[in-house]
């Protein structure tokens, strides 16, 4: 919902970074590789219950994911592969961080976990399947940056996701209505593109 409007704010100091990393031969890849172990990471701490040391992880790990492509646009363009890694990875980590809950404590966390991965999962496939209909049909957009598939807007994209995920290691004791919140709006988020891509389907 406010991930258009954060790119405004984040993209230029991305950029100007990207530079920087980029004569100093840090690769798109390599980094979207370190992102992914930086989630894996913020995973791990959670399920240790370091969740001081798992914010911090999981800051980094958005940063590595927001740096690679740009990165990628100063070597001349990002790849097919670099763009399928920078999807798949995002949603492992998206992935790791409600089961990492889990994992510390089933008895308290397990159930909202569930749901917060059914949520997941709802809100991912109307996305993806919009997305894979777009590519088929040349259907392009920069509303979220240059992409390597089409960013359909949701209620629940990236910045609402991290300041969830954000807020459950700052209060890990409240994860379940956490999650269960969030849940919640990536359902709603997820319904709403249905309608949405029915809509645009139909008009077509």
């Excluded at 172990?37 to 240790?48: E, M, S």
């Excluded at 890694?85 to 992935?95: A, N, R, S």
């Excluded at 976990?113 to 209909?133: C, D, E, H, I």
């Excluded at 390597?148 to 949701?154: E, M, P």
Aim: hydrophobic share 60%.
């Amino acid at each position: 919902m406010f991930d258009s409007r954060l790119r405004r704010l984040i993209d230029p100091p991305l950029n100007r970074a990207a530079v920087v990393l980029a004569r100093a031969g840090v690769s798109a890849d390599g980094l979207t590789l370190a992102g992914l172990a930086l989630g894996f990471a913020a995973a791990g701490a959670i399920v240790a219950g370091a969740f001081a040391l798992a914010a911090a992880f999981v800051v980094l790990n958005r940063l590595a994911d927001g740096l690679d492509g740009p990165i990628a646009r100063v070597h001349g363009g990002g790849t097919n592969l670099g763009g399928y890694y920078d999807i798949v990875f995002d949603f492992l980590f998206y992935g790791a961080v409600p089961l990492a809950f889990a994992l510390h404590d089933p008895a308290a966390n397990a159930l909202a976990a569930t749901v917060l991965l059914a949520s997941f999962y709802a809100n991912g496939a109307t996305f993806l399947a919009f997305a894979a209909l777009a590519a088929r049909s040349g259907r392009t957009t920069s509303v979220q940056g240059r992409k390597a598939i089409y960013y359909f807007a949701g209620l629940a994209e990236g910045a609402e996701t991290i300041a969830a995920f954000l807020a459950m290691c700052v209060l890990p004791h409240y994860f379940a209505v956490i999650a269960l919140a969030f849940a919640g709006l990536c359902f709603i988020s997820a319904a709403t593109r249905i309608f949405m891509v029915r809509a645009i389907l139909r008009a077509e």
